[in-house]
């Protein structure tokens, strides 16, 4: 759970747990087979158990979040076809980390996720949020064909008196 009262603000508000946010095209006749599939797909992509967001675990919001990436022909604003689903109890883990990071542009390999050591991860850090962003957006500056940007997020509150073992050094 994220502590505003200590961390202040997050950069992008995410609730624990794992989370799934769709918006699926208006040509989709069956929502419910849709969803499943994509909450299936994500399950064995990320190594989590998300396949158990069910139709019971997911909402329709009516009145709110606005499409993200451009709309227009083919693109849905119709609400009905959103999906919202939260699974409170699924937690970052090396399993579901490790595929997140092999999404990355240099694997594992380099980069920002040579910093990502599961194991650091889970016995320092007292808040993990790892997020995947999809959304529709122009391929060329005509906008003639729409392409998908994928954009990873990772948010990590790191305890300096866990890594440090100290209490008394707080300090970077």
Known sequence: VWRTDKWGYPVESAPPGGLIVAR????????????????????????????????????????????EGISGSGLSTNSSYLRYGILPRENVCTENLTPWKKLL??????????????????????YQSVGLHVRPVCSTDECETVGLELRQTLSLVIDPVLINQRADKVDW
């Not at 240099?106 to 850090?125: D, E, F, I």
Request: charged letters at 15%; glycine letters at 4%; hydrophobic letters at 35%.
């Open 24 to 67: 699926f095209l208006d040509s989709v006749t069956d929502l419910d087979s849709a969803w499943t599939g994509l909450t299936s797909s994500l399950a064995g992509l990320l190594c989590a158990s998300l396949n158990k967001l069910d139709n019971t675990e997911a909402i329709e919001p009516v009145y709110s979040f606005m499409n």
């Open 105 to 126: 542009p240099c694997k594992s390999r380099r980069g920002l996720s040579t910093l990502l050591n599961s194991a650091h991860l889970q016995k320092y850090s007292t």
